[in-house]
C-alpha cells in the first residue's frame, strides 16, 4: 500500500476541494483530508506510481490554468506540495 500526501496549502479552498474530487476518480479510492494535506492509499499492485502521481497533479494544476502561479514540488518519499511560485522582480 503506498499513501500519497499532497500538501495544498497554497491554494484557495475551491481549488483544492475539486483536486479532491478529481483524486478520488483518478485513483478510484477514498481521499482523506487533514487540515491543508490530502492523503490518498494507493494498492500496490496499482499501475499509479510516483511519477505517474505527480504528472496528474501537473496536469490539474496546467488544466486549471494555474500554470504561471503554481508548481508541484517533491517534498519527501510519496509526498508533494503544490507550492506558489516566487514573483521575480523586474
Known sequence: MTDFKVDVSDLKSKEAEELEERLKVFLGTEVEKA???????????????????KAFLKRFIHSRGL???????????????IKKRRVRGE
Not at 504561471?68 to 510519496?78: A, C, L, N, P, T
Open 35 to 53: 487540515g491543508s494535506l490530502l492523503m490518498a492509499s494507493v494498492a500496490e499492485d496499482s499501475e499509479i506510481d510516483r511519477p505517474r502521481f
Open 67 to 81: 500554470r504561471e502561479d503554481f508548481r508541484v514540488i517533491s517534498s519527501g518519499q510519496d509526498q508533494f506540495r
